[in-house]
């Protein structure tokens, strides 16, 4: 059974930092895609960023191109999401997800807040 802990969120001033973490447990991470998605109030979960582990190519949605950084930690079965220059729009729950389509499993999420 897959398992899914995110954690990392909280509230950051715009312009600020901070680093999510999803630790992984249940399949072959070293051999799995891994994503981020998100949820604002009132929209749908849309796509943020993925890590492809074939090549270890990375793919972002365009409003966080250049601002947010996906990576991983094979030896902690970890992916983390680096986002600098928040943005009141970033608020929203964050989720990550294995495969990164956006679909199968998913964790409880956590929660971002970005103040203006």
């Known amino acids: 059974q897959v398992q899914l802990v995110e954690s990392g969120g909280g509230l950051v001033q715009a312009g600020g930092s901070l680093r999510l973490s999803c630790v992984v447990s249940?399949?072959?991470?070293?051999?799995?895609?891994m994503g981020w998605y998100r949820q604002a109030p009132g929209k749908e979960r849309e796509f943020v960023a993925r890590?492809?582990?074939?090549?270890?190519?990375?793919d972002y949605a365009d409003s966080v191109k250049g601002r947010f950084t996906i990576s991983r930690d094979t030896s902690k079965n970890t992916v983390y999401l680096q986002m600098n220059t928040l943005e009141p729009a970033d608020t929203a729950i964050y989720y990550c997800?294995?495969?990164?389509?956006?679909?199968?499993?998913w964790g409880r999420g956590t929660q971002v807040t970005v103040s203006s």
């Open positions: 890590f492809s582990w074939f090549g270890e190519r990375t």
């Open positions: 997800n294995p495969g990164g389509r956006g679909f199968g499993s």
């Open positions: 249940g399949l072959s991470f070293s051999n799995s895609d």
